[in-house]
């Protein structure tokens, strides 16, 4: 097979298309052929060095993709060669050949193409695992988004909207707000212009946001915080703005309020498992009602990695990056 390769820590030109071994599948695993795959931020950070895959994971980058699969390990069911699917991977994706734990194998819903169904695993079951099982937001209550035209941002918004949320988002232009309008975001503050706890809250009638999707971290921790209705839930999937930040236990005590802060891909696979199997039962259904539409930005060749990491880092991006594979 050929991978996507990261030669040495750097910037995206220390990305290699590189010829690697097959992988074989060993009980409960999937063997896949890969039709393309999505480029994630955890995927720059992997990159530059920050972000080890966890213990025994590939080094080749990649925490989505899907294709076909191509072989099944000893004791798997549920799946035939050939049949298309995606996949939450822990590693891997930028490769023509991937080996996945069976449980993190999904069918494709029907609405969607293997090309297109590659930007859909990570942000269905990071916002779903956060948003719904986790922080448990509940239809009438408001959702704060962070970095709303991300890929995960556009995910939440529509996945809020379909639970009967309202859904406040931040981004920094008014191009990307209003493509978070389009997608069902009530609230829309441009972080280079406004204060979000002050806009959150004057559109809420001083309630401020029930649940709060952060993907910054440190930098917003303390305005995270203020932002929080009574009995707020602040999860942080996230740590562009630092990993280290001053918290005010007095006002989160004042609030009842309560502060997670999860990682998808260091998950136990019976975890993933769990989550995958309540992103197709739950998720797949409003993918294929025209609910939640997966976003894609552009779909570029896997050789052209390096820029498509390019991309993402200047900013711009509106939705998911999608790496094809050769055919």
């Known amino acids: 097979m050929h991978a ?5 820590p750097g910037g995206p030109e220390v ?4 010829e690697q071994p097959d992988p074989q599948p060993g009980p409960g695993e999937v063997v896949l052929d890969v039709a393309a795959a999505a480029v994630n931020r955890a995927d720059l950070l992997q990159r530059q060095g920050n972000y080890a895959p966890p213990r025994g994971v590939t080094d080749v980058p990649g925490l989505e993709c899907a294709g076909t699969v191509a072989a099944l390990g000893e004791d798997v069911t549920g799946f035939a060669v ?7 991977l822990a590693g891997g994706g930028y490769a023509t050949k991937v080996v996945v734990p069976a449980g993190q194998v999904m069918p494709l819903p029907s609405t969607v193409d293997v090309v297109t169904a590659a930007g859909l695993p990570e942000v269905a079951a990071t916002v779903w695992s956060n948003v719904v099982m986790l922080a448990g937001l509940a239809a009438g209550e408001t959702l ?8 995960i941002g556009t995910h939440a918004i529509q996945i809020a909207k379909a639970l009967g949320a309202r859904v406040a988002v931040t981004a920094g232009s008014a191009e990307r707000l209003a493509r978070c309008a389009e997608l069902g975001a009530d609230i829309l503050v441009n972080y280079r212009e406004q204060d979000f706890v002050e806009a959150v809250r004057d559109a809420t009638e001083g309630r401020g946001a029930d649940v709060v999707l952060d993907n910054m971290g ?34 989160l005590l004042a609030k009842n309020g309560t502060v997670t802060a999860t990682s998808l891909r260091y998950r136990p696979v019976a975890e993933k498992t769990a989550i995958c199997r309540e992103v197709t039962e739950k998720v797949w259904p409003l993918v294929e009602a025209g609910e939640v539409r997966p976003i894609t930005h552009e779909v570029l060749p896997v050789e052209q990695a390096a820029e498509a990491h390019r991309k993402l880092e200047e900013g711009g991006v509106l939705g998911k990056l999608l790496l094809r594979m050769p055919s």
Do not use: F
């Not at 050939?82 to 939450?88: K, Q, S, T």
């Open 218 to 251: 440190a930098k917003y921790l303390p305005r995270n915080v203020d932002v929080l209705a009574r009995l707020g839930r602040l999860v942080v999937i996230g740590m562009q703005g630092g990993v280290k930040g001053e918290l005010n236990i007095g006002k």
């Open 4 to 8: 996507i390769t990261i030669t040495r």
């Open 82 to 88: 050939g049949e298309e699917v995606c996949a939450l």
């Open 15 to 18: 990305l290699a298309w590189t």
């Open 144 to 151: 704060l988004v962070h970095g709303g035209a991300s890929g």
